[in-house]
């Protein structure tokens, strides 16, 4: 980025450590979809959303929990298969409870697909948990030790999720990971169950985690995860925290979709990594993922939601307009992405869009009219600006259509006359 052009404070001056690179996994398919306002998507649509994962290099994704039944058995096998059919570069995880009914069909879609699912065990472990749930500690050792230790035999990748990490005693958690560790789980994961955590909660967590698997000489063996939700509006700043504090994995759902009001959004969650410079994969298709799961889990996306709403990158200030359009007319694209906005358009396949409304000026109508391939006559042109200026909103591209073909066809009958 040129200096003269952009002076930032991002990067000036005292700075943070820059992150290091970070593997993504996808949850929208199991976690997301426990939304309760959300429709669950035919197996089509997600064959699709997986198929947009693998493209937009999304490390893994979790397809499901076949342990809630046949018809999670039967999603969970036919993207297994999928991924395995079509050569995807994405691998594939399931969740689990820590209890082998819901191991078993899992160990059998890989064994069935010739694909190493990776099992993603998940166990309540903080004090409240266990007080409402009346467990006792030595029980919750038992139930991880036999839990992993049937993935691990079985041959195939084991992650040890514990729920509500942010809130367990570090005593038990300790515990916990060194059994999982002994029996050899690949990876922990880290989970803000109920959106407790703060940036500096997630800091403190993983720099526990990450020296107690040192001392345990085993942090090259056992990769660490974040798993955030949303409840305090922080996930996707405490993802960021994760990766910063060194997690090697961090989750999250497309539109952060989930339990209550959510999880950490990838969507967003890629769009910073990939403005950190962390992320160098091409994300222009990435509008067409958060597009399909919107529609196809019936949640609908914010007009202000950054990126993917639909008043992202759309404008109807004059200045602000202005200010764009100049910028295309010195044919820099660069520039024009990125004068009224800290994200460029592009990227992530969207586009500045200037429309006309109450605040607008001339310049607007002018653009809007040339982008359409319509001539900007003076008098077209004060005819739209005229309407407009009447209004409290914008105007739709139909109103604005409809003042071209009257101001046309009162230009034919003049000729006529």
Known sequence: MDQNIVYDWNVEGAQRPALPRVELHDETLRDGIQCPSVTDPSIETKADVVRKLAALGVY????????????????SRTLVELVRDEQLPIRVGCAARTHPNDIAPIIEISEATGVPVEIMTFLGSSPIRMLAESWEEPRLLELTRTAVRLGVSAG?????????????????????????VEEGAQRLVLCDTVGHS????????????????RGLGVRDQVKLDWHGHNDRGLSLINALAA???????????????????????LDLLLVNLKLEGVDTHDLTGLAALVDLVSETVEVPIPVSYPVFGRDAFRTGTGVHAAAVIKAKAKGDDWLADRI??????????????????????????RYWLEARGIAPEESLIQAIFDVAKAENRLLSDDEVLQIVQRSHSGDEHQARA
């Open 156 to 180: 195939l990748p084991v992650s040890f999720v514990t729920e509500d990490t942010v809130r367990s005693h570090p005593t038990t958690l300790r515990r916990l990971f060194d059994v999982a």
């Open 243 to 265: 990766v910063e504090a060194g997690c090697d994995r961090v989750h999250g759902t497309v539109l952060g979709i989930g339990e209550r009001v959510g999880n950490t959004p």
């Open 340 to 365: 009224y906005s800290g994200v460029p358009a592009s990227w992530f396949g969207r586009h500045q869009q200037i429309e006309i409304g109450h605040q607008s000026g001339v310049s607007n109508v």
């Open 60 to 75: 893994s994704v979790n397809v499901g929990l076949p342990g809630a039944g046949p018809r999670a058995v039967a999603d």
């Open 198 to 213: 703060t940036p500096p909660g997630v800091r403190n967590l993983v720099g526990f985690v990450d020296h107690h698997l």
